[in-house]
Every structure is written in C-alpha cells, then in structure tokens.
C-alpha cells in the first residue's frame, strides 16, 4: 500500500470547488513537508501549493492563489487542497508529496513519497 492515498477528485462545473484529501500511512505528517502538484495532458508536473512539516506554513503558485487553501489535521494525518473558483485549466491529475528534507519553514524541494493521483476535471 502507498503511503500517500489521495482522493476527492471528480467533475465540477467552472466557479465549482472541490476538497482533495491526502491520507498519510506509515509515518508520522508532522515530521514531513507536504506537497500538492498537478499534472495536464502534455504538460509537465506543477507543484500548486506545499505546507512545510510542524510550523506549517503554506506556499502557493501564483496560479492559484487566492483560490487554493492547503492545510493539514496532523492528528488525523491527512493533508486537504481545498479548491475554489475552479476553471478550465485547474483540470489535471493531482498527486500528494511527501519529503523530509525540508524544514520548520521551507518546503522541500525534492519529494521521495507520492501517491497515485485523483483526477480532476473542470467542464461544463
């Protein structure tokens, strides 16, 4: 089993919002950096937003800031991408990250752990 399981992901109408999850198996989400990438058909990989391990602070590309919320329930260890105001070019397939190579207020910059993806497309 993967470590990192992510779901939440499915179809939403333009101006829709959707919450991914990332559960986190097998060690313990405060020790670790977590990060939200995505990837669209015949794009590469973009890392849309990161919490850093026990500080928790957040980063967010610019793409989606001010519509993306990223947070984390360490007791529970599980990671949330809260998405709001989704457009068109959110769709893509969004993968959770994990890696302890960062630090109390850096995110890392490589991820060892990944899980499987959940696709999410926005169309009307």
């Known amino acids: 089993q993967l470590p990192l399981v992510e779901s939440g992901g499915g179809l939403v109408q333009p101006g829709g919002s959707l919450r991914l999850s990332c559960a986190i198996s097998g060690f313990s989400l405060n020790d670790y950096g977590i990060g939200w990438f995505r990837q669209a058909p015949g794009k590469g990989r973009e890392r849309v937003s990161c919490i850093t391990e026990s500080a928790g602070i957040t980063h967010y590309a610019d793409s989606v800031k001010g519509r993306f919320t990223i947070s984390r329930d360490n007791a529970k260890n599980m990671v949330y991408l809260q998405m709001n105001s989704l457009k068109p070019e959110d769709t893509a397939v969004y993968y959770c990250?994990?890696?302890?190579?960062?630090?109390?207020?850096?995110?890392?910059?490589?991820?060892?752990?990944w899980g499987q993806g959940t696709q999410v497309i926005v169309s009307s």
């Open positions: 990250a994990a890696d302890r190579r960062g630090g109390r207020y850096l995110c890392p910059t490589e991820y060892a752990y």
